[in-house]
């Protein structure tokens, strides 16, 4: 991840300007400078919680007002909460796993309709999100396998924030491997950074570099040329809690398009929403569709998209032009 302690700002180093594309509903062609990250003071600091589970880090922060009601063991105790929940899809989900419930549909031991509620239902909120995208979305493999990570980890997401707020906890953040939703207002400084381990998707939790009278939850996303360098550094604000970010940067092409077999012309694309099922649905639906989706899927949701080009140029929506 990034060396910190620098702050400079330098332009990005990119192939000659082209014409921007006529993406509909303001979506713009921006030139985005990148920064580095910048420490900050500290004054009170609660460390990130932090587990691994599917594939990757999941990292629970509690803002200072929350931390100091609760306690540690509250503290931990939230932790364990959170860590549970994913076990609990992970056990059931995973194709990686041969005893999870999906495994089992997909070598034929059980039928889908017998399998449980929950499959059921994160199935049937796939095949929503796939007429919702007019296919580009799916919830199938090219070999007839039903896969559903495309919303497990963002349903995981989700459920974990749902059982904090109903502790009482209202200023929190979750990042699930570059995948975050965030509640309340941070309340507190900490120091730079929050890689939160490895990340298989763009971008890292942040603190905010500058601290200001009313502290945000800031996201960083990052160069998927370059994981050193930061494109843009991005307050969650009241809609927009939630992000999630799609591409070919850290797994390769490991997303099925609708293009003719064609590549995305996409290498990231990072979504904010209100919901973390919204972004990260979208996330992979325009990666894997190209500027048609991302044209449409702007048109139609309320969100913002930073999506990075293979030639390094950047496409923002206006609600993003303004972030540093």
């Not at 904010?272 to 500027?291: K, P, S, Y």
Request: without cysteine; proline residues 4%; aromatic residues 6%.
């Amino acid at each position: 991840m990034a060396a910190i302690g620098s702050d400079h700002e330098r332009t990005l180093a990119s192939s000659p300007v082209r014409p921007p594309p006529v993406l509909p509903h303001a979506v713009e062609f921006a030139r985005v400078a990148a920064r580095t990250a910048a420490r900050v003071s500290v004054d009170r600091t609660w460390p990130a919680l932090t587990f691994e589970t599917m594939g990757t880090m999941v990292s629970l922060r509690l803002a200072d007002s929350d931390a100091h009601t609760v306690g540690e063991s509250a503290r931990v105790e939230a932790a364990e909460l959170v860590k549970a929940m994913f076990r609990r899809w992970d056990e059931r989900f995973s194709l990686y796993r041969d005893d999870s419930e999906l495994s089992r549909i997909a070598r034929g031991d059980i039928r889908l309709t017998d399998s449980s509620a929950s499959v059921r239902d994160a199935y049937a909120l796939a095949l929503t999100w796939r007429d919702r995208s007019n296919g580009v979305f799916t919830p199938h493999r090219a070999d007839g396998v039903i896969d559903l990570s495309g919303v497990v980890k963002a349903l995981a997401i989700a459920e974990a924030g749902a059982a904090l707020t109903s502790q009482g906890l209202l200023n929190w953040s979750i990042n699930a491997g570059g995948d975050v939703l965030v509640s309340g207002e941070l309340e507190g400084r900490f120091e730079a950074w929050e890689s939160g381990g490895a990340m298989s998707t763009g971008h890292r939790m942040a603190a905010p570099a500058v601290v200001t009278e009313h502290p945000e939850w800031v996201v960083a996303i990052v160069n998927p040329a370059d994981r050193g360098d930061v494109l843009a550094s991005v307050p969650l604000r009241h809609p927009l809690r939630a992000v999630a970010t799609s591409g070919s940067a850290e797994r390769g092409e490991h997303i099925w398009t609708a293009l003719n077999g064609e590549l995305s012309p996409f290498r990231q694309v990072s979504v904010f929403a209100a919901d973390i099922v919204t972004a990260d649905v979208l996330a992979t639906a325009i990666v894997a569709g190209g500027e048609a989706t991302l044209n449409e899927m702007t048109a139609r949701f309320a969100i913002d998209v930073l999506a990075v080009l293979r030639d390094g140029q950047l496409l923002a929506t206006p609600g993003l032009r303004r972030a540093e």
